[in-house]
């Protein structure tokens, strides 16, 4: 079965560049979460979509922001890059708002080292 | 506040035991759980899921059971394998479009 789908897997930038990382849901899956890990954490919830609009925000830092398209697909767009920012980052998707059976699946993540 | 954690940080069996991995919840609110592994490198993979309807369900070699009172989850994996080497995380949301909020991981590991 198809799964969610993140690119690039392994990404190295420097400090201060930007990034951005793609997260394909599951076919037919309407909301997307960003979560972020760093080493030896749980992941953390960064934001969220449904139907291409913003559902919900976490801790995401002003400098990161993201968006959901037309296909569903969405991207975390990362400026101004820290130190602090080298995690994993994984997104995941669900089908619609959260009802009987629809369980949140995640992708392989994205891991992003900024030196 | 709203908080999910465990109680271990690590947990070692032995191959063909159970495991039992807890996990405490603080949001009376939360509805909905679910168990992840996550294997060193890789993504949340889903393991089972429990409604605040039930307090027990299972799944291919792993229950779920949830004590609402007390507010506690726990899973638990029979005859334990090399394979089931991983971080578990329980994780809770409530009904609606909300975040899933992660508690800290258990490392299982599995001696053979």
């Known amino acids: 079965a198809a799964g969610v789908i993140q690119s690039p897997r392994h990404l190295i930038k420097e400090k201060r560049e930007t990034a951005t990382l793609k997260c394909y849901p599951i076919?037919?899956?309407?909301?997307v979460y960003w979560y972020q890990q760093g080493p030896g954490q749980d992941p953390q919830f960064l934001i969220s979509?449904?139907?291409?609009?913003?559902?919900d925000k976490g801790s995401i830092p002003d400098r990161f922001s993201a968006q959901q398209f037309s296909d569903y697909h969405s991207e975390l767009n990362m400026s101004s890059l820290e130190l602090g920012d080298s995690a994993l980052y994984f997104c995941?998707?669900?089908?619609?708002?959260?009802?009987?059976?629809?369980?949140?699946?995640f992708g392989e993540g994205s891991w992003l080292t900024v030196v | 506040g709203e908080s999910v954690g465990l109680h271990l940080p690590t947990l070692s069996v032995q191959e063909g035991d159970n495991s039992i991995i807890n996990c405490a919840y603080s949001?009376?609110?939360?509805?909905?759980f679910i168990w992840y592994k996550q294997e060193s490198g890789k993504g949340p993979q889903f393991i089972i899921d429990?409604?605040?309807?039930?307090d027990k369900r299972q799944g291919q070699r792993v229950t779920v059971l949830l004590n609402k009172t007390v507010k506690h989850l726990s899973l638990q994996i029979a005859a334990t394998q090399p394979g089931d080497s991983a971080v578990y995380f329980c994780?809770?949301?409530?009904?609606?479009?909300?975040?899933?909020?992660f508690g800290k991981g258990t490392r299982l590991s599995v001696i053979a």
């Open positions: 979509f449904y139907e291409k609009m913003q559902s």
């Open positions: 076919p037919r899956h309407d909301t």
């Open positions: 994780a809770e949301n409530m009904a609606g479009n909300t975040p899933l909020v």
């Open positions: 995941a998707s669900s089908l619609g708002l959260r009802q009987s059976g629809n369980t949140i699946y």
């Open positions: 429990i409604r605040s309807n039930m």
């Open positions: 949001n009376s609110a939360s509805d909905y």
